[in-house]
């Protein structure tokens, strides 16, 4: 079996299958809303707020916050919600509110790039994803899109040979190690000015070839939809 699927002929039929099944994804939510009814219903309920653990870590880490419990609003809901004002030090302006698992691993992610001050452009957004009929993760408070750190932009100084330049490349590879989802400049348009950091269903950063896919794919998925 493994050699048929490692054979040219494998690949072909693999290829074919994704590629038929992808089809009929596409076809059905275009038709019908279903595939994005489907995941809008079953994403709350696949996240995990992180409990009472999760709120005496994040004070342990240095975080000013005050919990609010799991705010339901429609579609979106923020499981073990935490609204915070200052993370080990950093202020932030406006304040956020997040997921607690969410809002620890953007403290854990600021410590690793030793962040002293940082610009974001919020948190806890209800919507759907730009390219789709999905809810966003900032539909959940699992989110946060960050502007600037330690007065690196990420509009001007993104992709620079320079101190700033290099940094936010680090703090993005970073970013990586740390979160499910990472979406900055090298991805879309939409996100030339920021880099969008989650908690949700994903892997990190993808390989270039895979952004490639996924921008095709994405691209595709605009013109039929
Ligand atoms: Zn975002």
């Given at each position: 079996?493994?050699r048929?699927?490692?054979?040219?002929?494998?690949?072909?039929?693999?290829?074919?299958?994704?590629?038929?099944?992808s089809?009929?994804?596409?076809?059905?939510?275009?038709q019908?809303s279903?595939?994005?009814?489907?995941?809008?219903q079953?994403?709350?309920s696949?996240?995990?707020?992180?409990?009472?653990?999760?709120?005496?870590?994040l004070k342990?880490?240095?975080?000013?916050?005050?919990?609010?419990?799991?705010?339901?609003n429609?579609q979106c809901?923020?499981?073990?919600?935490?609204?915070?004002?200052?993370?080990?030090?950093?202020?932030?302006?406006?304040?956020i509110e997040?997921?607690?698992?969410?809002?620890?691993a953007?403290s854990k992610?600021l410590a690793?790039?030793?962040?002293?001050t940082?610009t974001?452009?919020?948190?806890?957004n209800?919507?759907?994803?730009?390219?789709?009929?999905?809810?966003s993760?900032?539909?959940?408070?699992?989110?946060i899109?960050?502007t600037?750190?330690?007065?690196?932009?990420?509009?001007?100084?993104?992709?620079e040979?320079?101190?700033?330049?290099?940094?936010?490349?680090?703090?993005?590879?970073?970013?990586?190690?740390?979160?499910a989802?990472?979406?900055?400049?090298?991805?879309?348009?939409?996100?030339?000015?920021?880099?969008?950091?989650?908690?949700?269903?994903?892997?990190?950063?993808?390989?270039?070839?895979a952004?490639?896919i996924?921008?095709?794919?994405?691209?595709a998925l605009r013109?039929?939809?």
């Amino acid at each position: 079996m493994l050699r048929l699927i490692l054979s040219v002929k494998g690949i072909f039929i693999v290829s074919l299958f994704i590629l038929l099944f992808s089809g009929a994804v596409i076809v059905i939510e275009t038709q019908t809303s279903a595939i994005s009814a489907l995941y809008n219903q079953s994403r709350p309920s696949l996240i995990s707020g992180g409990g009472e653990q999760c709120l005496k870590t994040l004070k342990a880490e240095g975080v000013d916050f005050v919990a609010r419990g799991t705010r339901p609003n429609g579609q979106c809901t923020i499981k073990n919600a935490v609204k915070i004002s200052s993370i080990n030090g950093i202020k932030l302006r406006p304040t956020i509110e997040m997921n607690c698992k969410s809002a620890l691993a953007t403290s854990k992610w600021l410590a690793d790039i030793n962040a002293k001050t940082i610009t974001h452009i919020g948190t806890f957004n209800c919507r759907t994803q730009r390219v789709s009929r999905m809810a966003s993760e900032h539909s959940f408070g699992t989110a946060i899109d960050i502007t600037s750190i330690n007065g690196a932009s990420v509009s001007e100084d993104w992709g620079e040979d320079t101190h700033k330049g290099r940094y936010l490349e680090k703090a993005h590879s970073s970013a990586c190690q740390i979160f499910a989802n990472v979406v900055g400049p090298d991805d879309n348009k939409a996100h030339r000015d920021h880099f969008h950091l989650d908690t949700g269903i994903g892997v990190g950063c993808l390989p270039d070839w895979a952004k490639k896919i996924k921008k095709l794919a994405y691209r595709a998925l605009r013109e039929v939809i």
